[in-house]
């Protein structure tokens, strides 16, 4: 994007519907929760949220070298203390050298078999992501959303490797 080139806000991956308004939001924090209200000029409410503390992350803690190249990420349990459950989970994992995103929970738009961003409703607090690479260093966090539609906050980001590749003609590198 240039300096001449206006921001184009549906071109933004979490954006559902947006509109050109003059609005005003009101965040009210207590503790770990954080409450958000967008009203319009005239007084309308035209979005609401709630951000939730975020969960931890398990395994792998933090540079942790995983014994396979499929590990299996594992959160702490959903807490609500509103008695919302648990309704699903956002899994990132990145590459630790770039930061570029490897995995994201994605749904497939059966209209148009575009793939979006979207909560995985299956693997609530445990998954096992695709695509890792032997020998290679990533970072992974998750966001849990509850059945109230609120999200929490995502989890640390949390560094882990995988082992070199083992086998025939290989060697592993921990000695």
């Known amino acids: 994007m240039t300096e001449d080139t206006p921001y184009d806000p549906t071109t933004a991956p979490y954006i559902v519907k947006s509109q050109m308004i003059y609005h005003f939001a009101r965040f009210e924090?207590?503790?770990?929760?954080?409450?958000?209200?967008?009203?319009?000029w005239s007084g309308n409410i035209i979005d609401a949220f709630k951000i939730l503390p975020p969960t931890r992350n398990i395994f792998p803690a933090h540079d942790e070298k995983t014994s396979t190249c499929a590990p299996t990420?594992?959160?702490?349990?959903?807490?609500?203390?509103?008695?919302?459950?648990?309704?699903?989970?956002?899994?990132?994992?990145?590459?630790?050298s770039n930061n570029?995103?490897?995995?994201?929970?994605?749904?497939?738009?059966?209209?148009?078999?575009?793939?979006?961003?979207?909560f995985d409703t299956q693997h609530l607090s445990r998954f096992t992501p695709?695509?890792?690479?032997?020998?290679?260093?990533?970072q992974w966090q998750v966001v849990y959303q509850d059945s109230n539609?609120?999200?929490?906050?995502a989890s640390a980001l949390t560094a882990?490797?995988?082992p070199a590749k083992t086998g025939k003609g290989h060697r592993d590198n921990q000695r």
């Open 160 to 162: 882990f490797h995988t």
């Open 100 to 118: 570029s995103i490897v995995y994201i929970s994605s749904c497939l738009d059966e209209g148009t078999n575009a793939s979006y961003s979207c």
């Open 73 to 96: 990420l594992i959160a702490s349990p959903f807490v609500s203390k509103d008695g919302a459950s648990h309704q699903g989970s956002q899994w990132i994992v990145r590459n630790a």
């Open 130 to 138: 695709p695509q890792l690479e032997c020998g290679q260093h990533y």
């Open 29 to 40: 924090i207590s503790g770990k929760t954080m409450v958000a209200t967008v009203t319009d």
């Open 149 to 153: 539609g609120n999200t929490t906050q």
